[in-house]
């Protein structure tokens, strides 16, 4: 005989839908509707869903947590001024050695100069040698961090980050004859460095 009455409520079953109500179920409040959804659906969990690895020359490996570091190391800005002192002072050093053994100071004999030995000649060589190389380095240092803080805070690579980093090392180096000579430094060595970024990129 059918009864108009409602059923009365499991105590098992209140409980469970009133865990669901509360905690919430990921995609229906119900635990079972939940619970079939979660076996259709599957995992909302997608771990590395949005990388692209494109194809074009063979597999690509994906990079793992200590290659990420060591090319964070070497993209650094300490590192690139590091490089760039070091290679500074190399071709410095080269153009120094150069430049004295071009003109050297040689003693005239007839105005009665004493004649410098070649340990006099070489202690100029190694003067100059290592003079060339510290500006050199200097500048390179400079050059390298300035624009590596400016492509950092401005997010872009282009030839503005070379114009901008040699206007500031211009400005700075020019600065020790003045303001004048700095600021004729800073059109200089910026004009220069966006000559010589434009050629690098469009050669």
């Known amino acids: 005989m059918a009864t108009l009455l409602p059923k009365p409520i499991d105590p098992e079953e209140a409980a469970k839908q009133s865990n669901a109500s509360k905690t919430g179920g990921v995609f229906f409040p119900d635990s079972d509707l939940d619970e079939v959804a979660k076996h259709f659906i599957g995992n909302i969990h997608r771990?590395?869903?949005?990388?692209?690895?494109?194809?074009?020359?063979?597999?690509?490996?994906?990079?793992?947590?200590?290659?990420?570091?060591?090319?964070?190391?070497?993209?650094?800005?300490?590192?690139?001024?590091?490089?760039?002192?070091v290679l500074g002072y190399g071709l410095g050093a080269a153009i120094g050695l150069f430049s004295s053994s071009v003109n050297p100071s040689i003693a005239d004999p007839m105005a009665g100069e004493k004649q410098q030995t070649a340990r006099e000649i070489f202690r100029e060589m190694r003067q100059a040698t290592h003079s060339y190389g510290?500006?050199?380095a200097v500048?390179?240092?400079?050059?390298?961090?300035?624009?590596?803080?400016?492509e950092s805070k401005r997010g872009v690579s282009d030839w503005k980050n070379g114009t901008y980093a040699g206007a500031v090392t211009g400005g700075l180096i020019g600065l020790r004859a003045g303001v004048k000579a700095g600021i004729i430094g800073a059109a200089g060595f910026a004009a220069f460095s966006t000559v010589i970024d434009y050629y690098m990129r469009h050669r």
């Open 134 to 136: 510290k500006n050199f």
């Open 47 to 85: 771990y590395r869903e949005n990388i692209i690895i494109p194809k074009l020359y063979g597999a690509v490996q994906i990079k793992t947590n200590e290659e990420k570091l060591v090319e964070a190391a070497f993209e650094s800005c300490a590192f690139k001024s590091f490089m760039s002192c």
């Open 139 to 150: 500048i390179g240092a400079v050059f390298a961090a300035v624009e590596c803080a400016i």
